[in-house]
């Protein structure tokens, strides 16, 4: 396992990153000599549309190992508009009401999905499991599309190179948490949830993640090395409790990954589960403090 996860982290990490470079190249924001172009980040988001789909039946599959149904013809577009309004934001300028017409989406999309969700239950069911379906389905658009809108939302608002940062700062923080917790791990963090999480694993994603952090800023100069360091350890924490998340589902769904559609990992949503919790926090971080 540790074979393949080594290799295809490495894969999927090069194709990641040469990705969002040639996204910031195409729109100017990977430097400053080039001018910004109005519209950031559509290689970004197509690839985020993309992956939406897998995820969502993903996340499906474990709800249905619980007894509940996923109404994917509302969660995949609903999860995929939510998930790119930060990119739609970009056509405001088209037209006068564009900020409106922004506005509008943002609180409409998630409304409108979440009666579409009965219109479908009483279709499909009847009354049978409307509250079991209906949470799960609105559940899968909030963590696949609402909280996937802070990812773009950063990547947009502050560039490739910042964006970057927090995405290393968060997955070198899992390979912190699994390599002391393989290591020296000894001491359980919340066996009913994760059993092998240990507080030796939360302390080694806490050092990676102030580790790279400080190194990714050193170099690139984004924040001075006390922030980096700060932020490192703080969202190296942060992303293991986003790790627990998924676990819950999994454990209640009583299976052990997602899928095992990449050797190594197990599913999409066990690759994006971190960045995906986090994501709000770093936000915040960067638009109050940065």
């Not at 309004?85 to 900020?99: D, H, K, R, V």
């Not at 939360?202 to 700060?230: D, Y």
């Not at 942060?238 to 052990?256: C, H, N, P, T, W």
Request: aromatic content about 14%.
């Amino acid at each position: 396992m540790l074979k393949h996860r080594l290799l295809f982290g490495s894969i999927m990490a090069a194709v990641f990153v040469a990705l969002i470079l040639l996204d910031g190249h195409l729109d100017g924001s990977l430097t400053k000599a080039a001018p910004n172009q109005p519209v950031q980040a559509a290689i970004f988001t197509i690839l985020i549309a993309l992956l939406a789909i897998p995820a969502q039946f993903e996340l499906g599959n474990l709800i249905k190992q619980t007894g509940g149904h996923l109404f994917k013809s509302i969660t995949i577009p609903a999860s995929i508009l939510l998930a790119t309004i930060p990119f739609l934001g970009c056509f405001a300028w088209i037209s006068i009401e564009g900020n409106e017409i922004f506005i509008l989406i943002c609180f409409l999309a998630p409304a409108l999905s979440f009666l579409a969700l009965f219109v479908v239950q009483a279709l499909k069911f009847g009354t049978e499991g409307t509250i079991r379906n209906v949470s799960a389905s609105f559940f899968s658009i909030i963590y696949l599309g609402f909280l996937c809108s802070f990812i773009l939302g950063i990547r947009i608002a502050w560039g490739p190179w910042v964006f970057l940062l927090f995405i290393f700062t968060i997955k070198s923080s899992d390979i912190g948490a699994y390599t002391l917790g393989r290591l020296f791990g000894k001491h359980k963090m919340c066996p009913n949830i994760s059993p092998g999480k240990t507080w030796e694993g939360l302390a080694g994603a806490a050092l990676f993640g102030a580790l790279v952090s400080f190194g990714f800023s050193v170099v690139s100069g984004i924040m001075t090395p006390l922030w980096a360091i700060g932020f490192g350890a703080v969202f190296g924490v942060l992303g293991q409790l986003g790790d627990l998340v998924e676990s819950m589902i999994k454990r209640d769904a009583a299976s052990k990954d997602s899928s095992a559609s990449i050797p190594g990992f197990g599913g999409i949503l066990d690759v994006i589960d971190s960045p995906l919790a986090t994501a709000p926090a770093a936000f915040a971080f960067f638009y109050f403090v940065f």
